[in-house]
Structure formats: C-alpha cells, structure tokens
C-alpha cells in the first residue's frame, strides 16, 4: 500500500458570515449562522422575513443553506450526496475498476456537488509530461478529451502555485477558464479551477462552470475533499 499526502484545502480560511434580519419594517443583526438556524427553530424568525450579508442584498430566508436544510425532509438526501455515496461505493465494491470511468464519475459527481453545469478534469501525465484533460462532463463540446494544456496556459500557471480560480470577478487568468467552456449551454456565468496536490504536487485540476451565479466558496471545498478522498481510494 502507497500512502499519499493531500493538502487539507487550497482554500483560505474566511471569518463567518454575519447575517442582517427583516420583517419589512425593521432589520436586526449582525448575527452568526448558528445563533440565526436556531431563531428560525425556535420560531421567533417567520418565513417572510428577509435576510442579507452585510455587503449583500436582501433575499429569502430560505437562501441561507442551513435553514433551507433544516426545512427539507430528512428522508430526501440532496442529489449530490446521493451521487457521491453512490460513487463511493460503487469503487467499493470493484464495479469501477477503468481509470477513464473512474476520473469520469469523479468529476460528475463532482460536478453535481457544486450545482454546476459541465465540468473538466485534466490530470498529469508523465508519458508527456504535462496536464492532459482526462474528463469532460456536461453538455460541452468533447474536442478537448485526451489534449494536453499549453504550458504557457494562464489558468495551469495558478495551478502550479496551488491556488484555485473563480469568478465572477473576472480577470485575465478567470477569462481564460470561462472560454474553455464557451461552447456550454447557456454560456459562463461563474467558472472556478480547484488544484489537487498529491505529495506536494500538483497532480488535478478539477474545472467547473454554470451559466448561473457564482459558486459557493464551501461547495468547491467538498468538491474538491471529494477528489482527495476517491483518489486516495484509488491509491491505497
């Protein structure tokens, strides 16, 4: 057995987030996830009111992911949960046993994580000493399956340093990502590239997109803590 060494996330740390409260006529807050959820329990916050982040916009109560699970029957697991214990044991127990179907069901389980709509995985490859894409999954051109990425790509550039990519905001190195997937359904409304290290190096880029907001910053950590785990199955 090989053991190998993941980085716990190549995300940094944020404060949490403080929450804003309104029933229409008058806002209350900061207040912490938590101390919020357990309002809402308790029943002293209705389901009209309004809640916003202190730089955000009003929206519905249910926007805030830990009250809208706490109202979704506890007999109705999310699909990307169902997708991802379904993965997991499927290698478990030897029905995925090609690397290609593999790194394919990786990254649509992956990609079912984030909420996004197609997604990439290009992994190293020592034949050629380069990052060649292994998946593509989502209603998006194929071409790009089995072409290794120019090395003077931007978006492999932040790879190698171990720092993901997100937008919107976009910049250069954003736009580079969103025309990889310029031919998706609907367009590139947020794109985001995760690096998985392996031993210290960067071995994976996992790519996402949708032609919706931006990701959530904690669904691209699960996301990317579920390649680590199924590669690390994989390994061991």
Same mark, same amino acid.
Not at 27 to 36: A, E, H, K, N
Not at 44 to 50: A, I, K, L, N, T
Not at 80 to 95: D, H, P, V
């Given at each position: 057995?090989?053991?190998?060494?993941?980085?716990? %996330?190549?995300?940094?740390?944020?404060? $949490?987030?403080l929450? =804003?409260?309104?029933?229409?006529?008058?806002?209350?807050?900061?207040?912490?996830?938590?101390?919020?959820?357990?309002?809402?329990?308790? &029943?002293? /916050? $209705?389901?009209? *009111?309004?809640?916003?982040l202190?730089?955000?916009?009003?929206?519905?109560?249910?926007?805030?992911? +830990?009250?809208?699970?706490?109202?979704?029957?506890?007999?109705?697991?999310?699909?990307?949960?169902?997708? +991802? @214990?379904?993965?997991?044991?499927? =290698?478990? %127990?030897?029905?995925?046993?090609?690397?290609d179907?593999?790194?394919?069901?990786?990254?649509? #389980?992956?990609?079912?994580?984030?909420?996004?709509?197609? #997604?990439?995985?290009? *992994?190293?490859?020592?034949? /050629?000493?380069?990052?060649?894409?292994?998946?593509?999954?989502?209603?998006?051109?194929?071409?790009?399956? &089995?072409?290794?990425?120019?090395?003077?790509?931007?978006?492999?550039?932040? #790879?190698?340093?171990?720092?993901?990519?997100?937008?919107?905001?976009?910049?250069? %190195? +954003?736009? #580079?990502?969103?025309?990889?997937?310029? =031919?998706?359904?609907?367009?590139?409304? @947020?794109? @985001?590239?995760?690096?998985?290290?392996?031993?210290?190096?960067?071995?994976?880029?996992?790519? /996402?997109?949708?032609?919706?907001?931006?990701?959530?910053? &904690?669904?691209l950590?699960? @996301? +990317?803590?579920?390649?680590?785990?199924?590669?690390?199955?994989?390994?061991?």
């Open positions: 057995m090989q053991l190998h060494i993941f980085h716990q %996330t190549v995300f940094r740390p944020q404060p $949490p987030p929450w =804003y409260v309104s029933d229409g006529e008058r806002s209350v807050g900061p207040v912490l996830t938590g101390r919020l959820v357990d309002h809402v329990q308790a &029943g002293q /916050v $209705p389901d009209w *009111c309004r809640v916003r202190t730089r955000g916009r009003w929206r519905k109560l249910d926007f805030v992911r +830990e009250i809208s699970a706490i109202k979704r029957p506890m007999n109705r697991p999310s699909k990307a949960a169902a997708k +991802e @214990a379904f993965l997991e044991l499927s =290698y478990q %127990t030897g029905c995925i046993r090609d690397e179907e593999f790194l394919h069901e990786t990254t649509e #389980a992956a990609r079912a994580m984030v909420g996004g709509q197609c #997604a990439m995985l290009h *992994c190293f490859q020592r034949s /050629v000493r380069a990052m060649v894409t292994r998946s593509v999954v989502g209603r998006i051109p194929t071409e790009r399956l &089995g072409q290794p990425l120019p090395d003077d790509d931007p978006v492999l550039q932040v #790879a190698r340093l171990n720092r993901p990519v997100f937008g919107p905001p976009y910049g250069p %190195t +954003e736009d #580079a990502l969103a025309r990889r997937f310029a =031919y998706a359904e609907g367009g590139v409304g @947020a794109a @985001a590239m995760i690096p998985i290290s392996i031993d210290g190096t960067v071995s994976m880029m996992l790519e /996402v997109s949708r032609p919706g907001h931006a990701f959530r910053r &904690g669904d950590q699960r @996301a +990317e803590q579920l390649v680590q785990r199924m590669v690390r199955m994989r390994s061991n």
